[in-house]
C-alpha cells in the first residue's frame, strides 16, 4: 500500500492500538480521531515524530467528522460500545455515527472505509447490540458500497477485556457462577484482526464491499475457555452455571454500576453461539492464519499465576 493519510475513529481503544502501530510501521501518517485525546497520546510513541496525530472528534457531531476526515486516503472506523452510557448509546454510536462516518467519506473522496461490526450483527436480534451493528452496517453499504465490513468474534490479546477480567476474579473468588457457559465462541487474536483491517485498507476487488467474519481455528464454549485460562494461572475455582432468574436480576443491578461487568442486553448475546456462519468469507481470502488461543494466552496470563513468572511449572 503507497503511503497514506489514514484516519482512525476510535483507534486508541483495544484493537486501535494495533491497528495504528501496524500502519505506523509501514510508513503512514495515522490520524487517530478520539472523544478524549489526552487518553490517547500514549499512542504517539508508536510512530516517529509527527507520524501519528491525535485530534478530537465525536461521531454524533458532523462537523467534527468531517475535520478528521479532511485530505485523508483512507478510513476505518473501530468505534463500537458494550453498553449504553448516558449519550454514549448503540444507536448513536453503532447505527447512526456509524452512518455518519460513511456518507462523509464517500463525500471526501476517501478511497477505501473499513468498518468494524461483530458476529451476530443482525436486525432481528433480542440484543440491542446485535440490531444496532447489523443498523450500522446497512448503513455503511448504503452510503458507501465499496467499504469492507469486519465481524470479529470474541478478541483477545494482552489487555483484552475477557480473560484479563476473568482471571482476575479467579484470584480472589472461591466460585465463579456465571451464565452462558456452554454458549460457543471463537477467539480471535487481536493482531489477526488488525492484519485483516491493514489488509482490507489496501483495497482491490477482493476485499471491496465484502463482508469477512473473523473467528481463530477453534471454537469453544465459555466454560472450555474459562477452563483453559485456569489450568494456565494454576488457579482452579468451580464454575456455575447461574439460572437465569438469578442472571437476569443480577444483571439489572450490574447494569446502573459505571462500569457494569454485566447488562441485561449482554446476557441477551449469550444466548447465541458467537461463531463464524458457515460459508461465510473468513481469513483465507486475506491470506492470514490466525493464531489459536494455546499460542496465545500464555503469553500474557502469566502474572495471574500464584507467584506470578516464578511459579514452578
Known amino acids: 500500500m503507497a503511503k497514506r493519510l489514514i484516519t482512525i475513529f476510535g483507534g486508541s ?3 486501535g492500538r494495533y491497528v495504528v502501530q501496524r500502519l505506523a510501521s509501514e510508513g503512514h501518517m495515522v490520524r487517530v480521531a478520539v472523544r478524549r485525546p489526552n487518553e490517547a497520546l500514549f499512542l504517539k510513541p508508536l510512530g516517529d515524530v509527527g507520524q501519528i496525530q491525535v485530534i478530537a472528534a465525536n461521531v454524533k457531531d458532523e462537523a467534527s467528522v468531517r475535520r478528521a476526515m ?8 473501530l468505534v ?6 448516558g449519550g454514549q448509546t448503540f444507536e448513536a454510536l453503532q447505527s447512526e455515527g456509524a452512518g455518519r462516518i460513511a456518507k462523509i467519506a464517500a463525500e471526501a473522496g476517501v478511497k477505501n472505509l473499513v468498518h468494524i461490526s461483530a458476529i451476530g450483527a443482525n436486525e432481528d436480534a433480542e440484543a440491542q447490540y446485535a440490531r444496532t451493528k447489523a443498523r450500522g452496517e446497512n448503513a ?3 452510503a458507501f458500497s465499496k467499504a469492507s465490513i469486519l465481524r470479529p468474534s470474541i478478541v483477545i490479546g494482552h489487555e483484552d477485556g475477557f480473560f484479563n477480567r476473568f482471571a482476575a476474579m479467579a484470584k480472589v473468588l472461591p466460585v465463579l457462577p456465571l451464565p452462558g457457559l456452554e454458549t460457543k ?3 480471535v487474536y487481536v493482531g489477526d484482526v488488525a492484519d485483516a483491517i491493514v489488509k482490507c485498507l ?3 476487488k477482493a476485499v471491496e464491499g465484502k463482508t469477512f467474519e473473523l473467528g481463530g481455528p477453534q471454537v469453544m464454549t465459555m466454560r472450555e475457555m474459562l477452563t483453559f485460562m485456569m489450568d494456565h494461572i494454576d488457579v482452579h475455582r468451580p464454575l456455575i452455571s447461574m439460572p437465569l432468574g438469578i442472571a437476569k436480576f443480577q444483571a439489572f443491578f450490574m447494569g446502573l454500576l459505571p462500569n457494569p461487568p454485566l447488562t441485561l442486553d449482554q446476557l441477551k448475546l449469550l444466548n447465541d453461539d458467537n461463531v463464524v456462519m458457515k460459508g461465510a468469507k473468513g481469513f483465507k ?5 490466525p493464531k489459536s488461543i494455546e499460542g ?5 496470563c502469566t502474572h495471574y499465576k500464584p507467584q506470578g513468572q516464578f511459579t514452578k511449572t
Open 202 to 204: 489496501a483495497g482491490g
Open 285 to 289: 481470502p486475506l491470506n492470514i492464519t
Open 70 to 77: 479532511h485530505g485523508a486516503d483512507v478510513a476505518v472506523n
Open 13 to 15: 481503544g483495544f484493537i
Open 140 to 142: 455503511v453499504k448504503a
Open 296 to 300: 496465545i494466552l500464555p503469553k500474557y
Open 185 to 187: 465462541f471463537q477467539p
Open 80 to 85: 463500537g460500545i458494550l453498553y449504553n452510557n
